[in-house]
């Protein structure tokens, strides 16, 4: 009789911990001030913007630093970014752009910070060949920012961790509930993740397409990742990210049937900043490779 007790009152408490956790979810929603959708976020832009200026100093530090804006390399970067925004409906959010070169040259890498911080490593960069290849991932990234993939993440993320607190406070095996919880948790989140990337790949696709860019340009970026990534296909159920050659088919089907507008360019090569770089500051072999994001 105590033990049936005791499992109705862990069952109980359980129900009331998951509840609270869905109730404050489905209270955090708010309206893209771009895309005009309703979203689950746990922040407003103004903290995201906040988050994001906090952060970014930790983060260049994290990865060699920054390379400074006199660079040439700097400035195209920065100069490609600002004209990616300044031709989209970005240029009206909330958020604030700033396109930031790491001087990591063994990590193949782009990543934005909530609020519009975004970041490449020279180790991509000096990967890429023309500005339209840039353009790519750096629309990619603005498309994380536009779509505010990090602050429903955010939401998500508390949502999950008040259902893993739930399912321990109902079971009399806390320790192995508690592992199966997170172990379904992290796949809850990576599904997010691979569907954000996604989304992420239409809007440089879109982005690059009102700069004056040739979209087509994406596929030889995921060409370079492929490559960065040892062209391994892996198991796509346990990978945060689609892999490359998912993310050309679905890039291909996008282009198929929102085919680019004649007039396109790849833009600039990007061989003359790399080459006065290299000459000008000595700079290294980037001979390993990681993924973006």
Request: aromatic share 6%; proline share 5%; net charge negative.
């Amino acid at each position: 009789m105590e033990q049936g007790s005791n499992f109705k009152t862990r069952l109980i408490g359980a129900i009331i911990i998951a509840l609270i956790g869905i109730g404050m979810f489905m209270m955090q929603t708010e309206k893209n001030p771009v895309t005009g959708e309703i979203q689950h976020v746990s922040i407003s832009p103004e903290q995201e913007v906040r988050l994001g200026l906090e952060s970014a100093p930790q983060m260049s530090r994290q990865m060699g630093g920054e390379i400074p804006s006199s660079d040439p390399r700097t400035m195209e970067v920065q100069r490609v970014g600002s004209k990616l925004v300044e031709s989209s409906d970005a240029k009206d959010s909330p958020w604030k752009f700033q396109f930031h070169l790491l001087a990591d040259p063994e990590t193949v890498n782009a990543f934005a910070l909530p609020g519009g911080q975004i970041f490449i490593t020279v180790g991509l960069y000096e990967k890429l060949q023309t500005e339209a290849q840039l353009a790519g991932v750096l629309g990619h990234e603005i498309g994380h920012v536009i779509e505010r993939h990090s602050a429903q993440q955010m939401a998500k993320n508390q949502l999950g961790q008040s259902l893993i607190v739930a399912v321990a406070a109902g079971s009399d095996q806390q320790s192995q509930s508690l592992m199966l919880a997170q172990v379904v948790n992290q796949m809850i989140q990576m599904r997010y993740g691979r569907k954000d990337e996604s989304q992420s790949d239409i809007w440089g696709l879109k982005l690059m397409e009102k700069a004056g860019y040739d979209p087509r340009a994406m596929v030889e970026v995921m060409k370079v990742l492929k490559e960065a990534s040892g062209g391994g296909r892996g198991i796509e159920l346990f990978q945060s990210h689609p892999n490359p050659d998912l993310r050309i088919e679905q890039i291909n089907a996008y282009l198929k049937e929102h085919p680019p507008k004649p007039g396109l360019s790849e833009g600039e090569s990007l061989k003359q900043t790399q080459g006065a770089s290299k000459k000008s500051q000595g700079l290294f072999d980037d001979d390993f490779f990681k993924i973006f994001q």
